[in-house]
């Protein structure tokens, strides 16, 4: 593991197929996924802001406890379109604030993602820049310790590397490998027009019961159906 490094560069995704991928509802693109559970960050892991989404690759920040000098490090070198990714684990020292997101909005950076706590929550959604964190705390962050920008991160359990494809929405955040990005855009579309197809026949009179083909599990599962109502056992 790389200790006290910045890499300058990135290795950033197609963005055309990141544009495609911002498209999607991360729950498609996470059923798109062979390694999905491993590419899903934890429920604790959430928007600040309801209603967006956001996709584009990952620049990243491993911070100590209490400094976010790694993650302006980061900012710094983050370009139009990029996620920045914060890795911290502790609620110590918030690590974003509205100044930042005000900076990173004038770069064009897609959003942020902070394992870790954030600040300035009321003005960051007045601003309605796309941050999804495991915290909300006003503690103060220093800026002097090392730490490392552009390495790989464990991010709320998520491996990710610089360069991988960070996609995000109400549902929580999900990791997506550069070299796995074009499969998993493509399976998600064809599951989106798929689902599109499944709307039409429920509004035809379908039952999702039936369109899922469930009633053969149903059977299976042992599971007895009467045609009562509960009191009516009762009343026996």
Known sequence: MDQNVVYRRVRRADPALVARAAALPVSDLY??????????????????????????????ARCPPGDNLMMHRALLHAEAGDVLVVAVGDVKGAQWGDLAAVYARH??????????????????????????????????????AAGSVNVPVICDGARVNPGDVICADG?????????????AVEAAERRQAGEGAIVT???AGTSLFELHDMEAAFQASGVREIDAAWEDKRED
């Open 171 to 183: 549902d929580g955040v999900l990791v997506i490998p550069r070299d796995q990005l074009a499969a």
């Open 201 to 203: 026949a429920i509004k």
């Open 31 to 60: 059923e798109a996924l062979p390694n999905r559970d491993a590419a899903l960050m934890s429920p604790r892991m959430r928007p600040l802001v309801p209603g967006l989404r956001i996709a584009g690759s990952a620049v990243t």
């Open 107 to 144: 770069k064009g950076v897609a959003g942020v993602i902070v394992d870790g706590s954030i600040r300035d929550a009321d003005a960051l959604t007045a601003l309605r820049f796309p941050v999804w964190a495991t915290a909300i705390s006003p503690s103060h962050p220093n800026k002097q």
